[in-house]
């Protein structure tokens, strides 16, 4: 029902339902379509039942402010349409509605109409039993769904994606995947970033109840499912939400402000209550209907910059957007991920409202991830120039809650795949890979890998194609890959790698200034779990090289990225490892171990050699 109480609630910004109110509704043996397009002089129903003649479907205005309907006789289910809006500058448009839970498959951009209730959840004990992610293993698995694996050149269902893509999940390890936007985008080159339909799943790979399946199953297999989202601009195509009346009706009325040069888009103005009530409608959407598990949020230094510039002014239009969604999500449930993809060093990103945060609950490390890489693509001769770049870190390692990503903006645009970016011979390289993935797994914060970086994919990721599941015939790759699924499995067995990932004292130096050997070791604590992390950044080999440890006990190596069982040069740590009494860094006692080259080692505190 559109009322005057409704439509002063969509104003304010703090509607949260209007998918309820507009699009396209089966109700009893009508189908009813409802849009907003205050600006139009005249609104019309274009459809594959009135074989896309308006005149026979003019809308009725059934509110002053805008507000247009009309009900057809009959149940119009996967009928395509649009609207055809007649603005007042004499110009015709045919938008795609804003509100379609579902469209025709892309190059086309009919909306289509879809009765979305009616799937039955089996996910019931995996919301029973998920418990706030902080104290919780996260590993993410980035997905681009068109290009994760393709059969016969053609995009895998749904259906073949709960097949396929969910075993493997979960077989490598990973706790977590995210999805490359998922709703309605009209080209493949923008990978999802430039939607048109913030309720439509896209028709790509299935209908809207295909995808409720795949999350559904994701879930029954202890998989939570995360989705990329665009807050800050929209594309610009004709069909789509820019001038959805002919103005800028969602966007900034002002050219400067809405003009996005960077991606050829229109930038949002959070400043009108509309555009709020939007996007809070969408967030609460996809929670509500398709289960998801939270958002990560692409460019928030968009939202919280006009045009990403702290030069031209602070948005807070959008700003406090930011706030009262967080809001909105945690009051639904207190367990969701809202996650902040942001390269500035805006304060208190990840911090409560109460305490003056944006209300993100994680975001994303992208200093971590530059400084990291661009140590790794140093020759091992020169690092020793370049240690900070490991060690810097941590200097702020615990400011914000942070996840690690290396994700696809690293694996594009003539940057190299991960193993790419490593020097040396075949065999250094994927030592250093190993090195590489052992010091993401085992440093403060949560992770999140793309997709074919835990095979050590040698292609930059392609939007058109598919990863080289080919590199599964070759030693190196599966090898490798054996590493990377050891190596999730001692992060999620051993909770001083991801319990209480904000408080500083879960984490110790133990050698931090041995730049001319390039070494690197530390320790995470847990209340009854310490491991002990050593990272030979170098191809020399270190026999009894000397450790200062915080614990008097035994030491077991448990891991070992050097070991010929992962394509190492076999030099490990067989044997238990006692302490001794003497100081070494600063600390009580010291371990002698042997370090392989460009190897990382993980140890296990287990106690006095009397406790074991």
Request: hydrophobic share 35%; proline share 3%.
């Amino acid at each position: 029902m559109i009322h005057d109480t409704m439509m002063a609630t969509f104003f304010e910004g703090n509607h949260h339902q209007l998918h309820q109110l507009f699009g396209a509704h089966i109700i009893g043996e009508e189908t009813v379509f409802t849009v907003y397009a205050p600006n139009a002089k005249q609104v019309k129903l274009i459809a594959s039942f009135n074989h896309f003649m308006g005149d026979q479907h003019i809308m009725h205005q059934i509110h002053f402010q805008g507000v247009y309907q009309i009900k057809v006789q009959g149940h119009h289910q996967d009928a395509i349409y649009k609207y055809e809006i007649l603005t007042y500058a004499g110009t015709v448009l045919h938008k795609a509605d804003p509100f379609a839970f579902y469209a025709e498959k892309p190059p086309h951009t009919a909306s289509k109409v879809f009765q979305l209730e009616g799937y039955q959840w089996q996910d019931q004990q995996y919301f029973n039993q998920k418990k706030q992610s902080y104290d919780q293993p996260m590993f993410v698995y980035e997905v681009h769904l068109g290009s994760w694996r393709k059969e016969d050149g053609k995009y895998l269902t749904y259906q073949r994606l709960v097949e396929t893509l969910i075993p493997y999940v979960k077989d490598q390890g990973f706790t977590h995947i995210e999805l490359m936007p998922v709703y309605e985008h009209p080209f493949d080159g923008s990978w999802g970033y430039q939607g048109t339909g913030y309720f439509a799943a896209t028709s790509r790979f299935g209908n809207p109840h295909e995808l409720m399946y795949f999350i559904d199953q994701c879930h029954q297999q202890g998989l939570g499912v995360i989705m990329d989202w665009v807050l800050g601009h929209i594309c610009k195509d004709a069909h789509g939400l820019s001038f959805f009346d002919g103005t800028p009706l969602y966007e900034f009325d002002d050219q400067l402000r809405r003009e996005n040069t960077t991606w050829g888009t229109d930038n949002l103005d959070f400043y009108k209550g509309i555009t709020k009530s939007f996007m809070k409608s969408a967030l609460s959407f996809w929670v509500d209907y398709y289960h998801v598990d939270g958002f990560r949020i692409d460019a928030v230094s968009n939202l919280l910059f006009y045009l990403g510039n702290p030069n031209i002014g602070t948005n807070e239009g959008a700003i406090q957007f930011l706030k009262e969604a967080s809001s909105m999500l945690y009051q639904k449930d207190d367990r969701i991920l809202f996650m902040a993809e942001d390269s500035t060093d805006f304060p208190k990103v990840t911090h409560p409202l109460k305490d003056g945060g944006l209300g993100f609950n994680y975001k994303w490390n992208m200093g971590f991830m530059n400084d990291v890489l661009r140590y790794f693509k140093e020759d091992p001769i020169h690092r020793k120039y370049h240690h900070h770049k490991i060690t810097f870190g941590l200097m702020y390692a615990f400011n914000e809650s942070f996840i690690l990503p290396f994700s696809h903006d690293e694996v594009v645009h003539m940057k190299g795949s991960l193993i790419n970016k490593m020097p040396g011979d075949y065999f250094q390289k994927f030592a250093n890979w190993r090195l590489l993935l052992g010091l993401l797994t085992t440093h403060p914060g949560k992770k999140l890998l793309f997709m074919g970086g835990e095979f050590a994919q040698f292609s930059e990721w392609a939007y058109e194609g598919q990863l080289d599941w080919h590199l599964f015939d070759y030693e190196a790759h599966q090898k490798g890959n054996q590493f990377f699924k050891d190596l999730l499995q001692v992060y999620k067995h051993h909770d001083a790698f991801y319990q209480r990932d904000l408080f500083s004292d879960t984490f110790e130096w133990l050698v931090v200034d041995d730049q001319d050997q390039s070494v690197f070791a530390f320790m995470r604590h847990s209340e009854n779990n310490h491991m002990l992390v050593v990272l030979n950044m170098t191809p020399n080999v270190h026999h009894g090289y000397q450790i200062g440890v915080p614990l008097s006990g035994v030491y077991e190596e448990v891991l070992n990225s050097d070991h010929e069982r992962y394509f190492g040069s076999n030099i490990y740590n067989g044997l238990p490892i006692h302490s001794h009494q003497e100081s070494r860094q600063g600390k009580s006692y010291h371990i002698s171990v042997t370090i392989g080259p460009l190897s990382m080692a993980i140890f296990q505190y287990k106690g006095e050699s009397h406790d074991i």
